[in-house]
């Protein structure tokens, strides 16, 4: 194995690790959601196992982050171009706590699969182009 591909899996074990921390969850709870072995997930963490898609994916969805995340540190997908990954800029801000992160990622996913499932894009108004509305007076609610 070259040094790049360990290092890119050192790499993706230790960014596993700290959305693992981030998310509150020991190494034995994370391998039980994720439908692994918990030596298994330690080596991954450890940088000493390549894992699949398929596995990426479960871990993905134990962390509750987009497998995208986990596809482009693990270099099987290229990174987006244009800056879009979102997911990933909220859970690197420093400015809120971990339980707003997670909720703020999950807000962003539900309406981003909302979107993809109804085929509609929004412009640059904040509006669905079609025939949707976006949020309208009082919908962000005052606190």
């Known amino acids: ?3 790049g591909d360990s290092s890119r899996w050192r790499d993706l074990g230790e960014f596993i690790r700290e959305q693992r921390g981030s998310a509150r969850l020991s190494l034995r709870r994370l391998s039980e959601l994720a439908g692994i072995s918990n030596p298994y997930l330690s080596q991954i963490e450890r940088g ?3 894992p699949s898609a398929e596995i990426l994916q479960q871990i993905a969805r134990a962390l509750r982050i987009s497998a995208e995340t986990l596809y482009v540190q693990a270099g099987i997908l290229e990174p987006r171009e244009d800056g879009d990954d979102l997911t990933r800029q909220i859970l690197a801000d420093t400015h809120i ?3 707003q992160k997670h909720a703020l990622v999950q807000i962003y996913l539900s309406f ?3 979107q993809e499932s109804d085929g509609r894009q929004a412009n640059g108004s904040g509006r669905v ?3 949707g509305a976006g949020p309208g007076p ?3 609610g005052d606190r």
Do not use: C, S, Y
Request: charged share 40%; hydrophobic share 30%; aromatic share 0%.
């Open 129 to 131: 182009t079609k025939g």
């Open 112 to 114: 981003r699969h909302e």
């Open 1 to 3: 194995m070259v040094t």
């Open 138 to 140: 009082g919908m962000m």
């Open 48 to 50: 000493l196992r390549r």
């Open 97 to 99: 706590t971990d339980d």
